[in-house]
């Protein structure tokens, strides 16, 4: 059929299996803008308050599906809105195509009104992008980005449409919706080589991240752990991965996980790790990490292998068909000794965590848990709060939990939480702190508009937290700049914008008025009013190993 490259574009999205799209109109991209109105009724279209809105919901819709999302936006500054939001995507390996209009090819490179080379821009922060040259090309580089986003470690993909190529008509012939590139395993003698590890091992622990959600590979984990009787810690990216309440999983590592995760890793003399990067935030001081095991890592991409530390065996391969090879290779054994020591490291962890009465961090996390099914997905922010959800969230399914993590985006909870919520035709939660919520409230128009249900936690403590606590520990109480001292009444806002909310001050206000937020259609705002001096804890300083780990305030 003879079709412009505008429908074009929006008929391969459908064909894709694409069912909704985020973004925001503009000049060089009303063509296309065209072609949605004219396939409506296939295409969804989710009109955001602001692009880099659009760009956080796609990726929701992604996190929480682990299809590829899709947003729109037209050239100059529809385009670079987006960047943000693809550089979210990029660092936490989330499938997305974007696709932005452009001035006519005949213009390009003359400075014409909003004309900006995006191509060049988002090249670090792509897997791949492309200026479509020809209509004829069109179709076939929108299924190659599809090919591409969701293949190996899956990520962002760009496509900049000229104006004149959107307008030129082309014979479109449908085809079936692209398939990822095939997941290999690791090679057989590393497989086994690894084995061989894994059985020499008295106290083999196993460290998984957002690799292994991907891969779909958390049977073959358990299989595993139970194989070799091993406890299970996660990154930032993993949390979700399995059932927080799984008697084998210690929670998260790092920076500010769990001290028995943390700790049993540092014992550990085997660390199995599974689609993670052991990035600053995992290691702290890399010449202290893991002194006394051997790492086996295992990850799609083989960039990540020895980049940050060194394994003893590094395999690079798909992680659920690795392990499934591993497993017929590995010994069952029984540990008594190391599990009697993580027990010890339990229990530790046990006197450590904050069992104060009161509207506390973690008493307002608690108190969420008690209204989450095992369905509702929890976006968050960037800042103490998120460090809060991550440590006290319960989650029994998959995808569940979508934060950001590599680039640590404050303003990515309200679009992320949109998308989500989209995405899985659930009520969504967001979980954000004041700072970061004054970054992306503006969304708070489009979960109105679309009457999306979704319940904002915020904890307002009317400081930049997590800033103010390195102060605090770090530069002398010197609080430059994060006290934010602001006259925002969230609660006026939320209403404002066509929301409903309430403030609350303890704990069994706040559980009565999540009981009306869950029960609400549309967005209902709880603000939370919490102390500017909690801090997250446990905490490893900067450059800091597990011997430096703070516990408590004044460690």
Same mark, same amino acid.
């Given at each position: ?161 000229? *104006?004149? +190529?959107? $307008?030129?008509?082309?014979?479109? @012939?449908?085809?079936?919706? &692209? %398939? /990822? ?112 095991? *051997?790492? +086996?890592? $295992?990850?799609?991409?083989?960039? @990540?292998?020895?980049?940050? &530390? %060194? /394994? ?244």
């Amino acid at each position: 059929m003879l079709l412009s490259g505008a429908d074009i574009i929006v008929k391969t999205l459908i064909e894709q299996g694409c069912d909704t799209v985020f973004g925001y109109p503009g000049g060089q991209i009303l063509n296309v803008y065209d072609s949605l109105y004219k396939y409506q009724d296939e295409l969804k279209h989710i009109l955001t308050a602001h692009e880099q809105g659009a760009a956080h919901a796609a990726d929701g819709y992604a996190r929480a599906t682990g299809k590829v999302g899709v947003v729109i936006a037209t050239s100059g500054p529809g385009a670079t809105n987006l960047v943000t939001g693809i550089a979210t995507a990029y660092l936490d390996s989330v499938p997305m195509v974007a696709i932005t209009g452009n001035v006519m090819s005949t213009q390009l490179g003359t400075d014409s009104f909003q004309e900006i080379d995006i191509t060049g821009i988002t090249l670090p922060i792509t897997k791949h992008n492309y200026i479509v040259g020809s209509v004829e090309e069109l179709a076939d580089t929108i299924r190659e980005a599809f090919r591409l986003a969701a293949s190996g470690r899956p990520g962002p993909v760009l496509i900049d449409v000229p *104006k004149d +190529i959107q $307008i030129a008509m082309c014979e479109y @012939e449908p085809q079936s919706p &692209v %398939t /990822p590139d095939e997941r290999k395993p690791a090679k057989d003698v590393r497989i086994a080589e690894a084995a061989e590890c894994i059985n020499m091992s008295a106290r083999p622990f196993i460290y998984f991240g957002g690799g292994l959600i991907t891969s779909s590979a958390q049977e073959e984990m358990l299989t595993l752990a139970d194989l070799i009787d091993a406890p299970i810690g996660c990154s930032l990216m993993g949390i979700s991965g399995i059932p927080t309440d799984h008697p084998r999983f210690l929670g998260m590592q790092g920076m500010h996980g769990h001290y028995a995760c943390s700790m049993a890793m540092h014992k550990a003399d085997c660390i199995i790790s599974l689609g993670v990067r052991f990035n600053d935030r995992v290691t702290g001081n890399r010449e202290k990490f893991a002194r006394n095991a *051997k790492i +086996i890592h $295992i990850d799609i991409d083989g960039a @990540e292998l020895s980049k940050t &530390v %060194t /394994p003893a065996h590094a395999m690079r391969g798909d992680i659920k068909q690795t392990l499934k090879k591993l497993l017929d290779k590995v010994k069952k054994t029984s540990r008594p000794e190391w599990q009697s020591t993580v027990e010890v490291l339990k229990s530790e962890e046990y006197k450590t965590l904050d069992s104060r009465d009161g509207m506390t961090p973690r008493n307002a996390i608690l108190t969420l848990n008690k209204h989450l099914n095992e369905n509702t997905p929890v976006a968050t922010d960037v800042g103490q709060h998120q460090m809060w959800a991550a440590q006290n969230l319960n989650f029994r399914r998959s995808r569940r939990f979508i934060s950001s993590g590599g680039l640590g985006t404050m303003g990515f909870g309200m679009g992320a939480a949109i998308g989500a919520s989209i995405a899985s035709g659930e009520r969504a939660v967001l979980v954000t702190g004041d700072g970061s919520f004054g970054m992306c409230l503006n969304e708070l128009a489009t979960a109105v508009s679309y009457k999306t249900p979704l319940v904002i936690l915020l904890l307002n403590n009317g400081v930049l937290g997590m800033v103010r606590q390195w102060q605090t520990l770090f530069f002398d109480r010197h609080y430059s700049n994060t006290v934010l001292d602001r006259k925002t009444d969230f609660v006026k806002l939320a209403k404002a914008f066509g929301a409903d909310g309430e403030r609350v001050t303890t704990p069994e206000e706040l559980d009565k008025a999540l009981n009306t937020a869950f029960n609400t259609d549309g967005p209902y705002l709880v603000e939370c009013m919490i102390d500017k001096d909690e801090f997250v804890l446990p905490m490893l300083p900067p450059g800091g190993s597990m011997d430096d780990i703070i516990v408590k305030v004044g460690d």
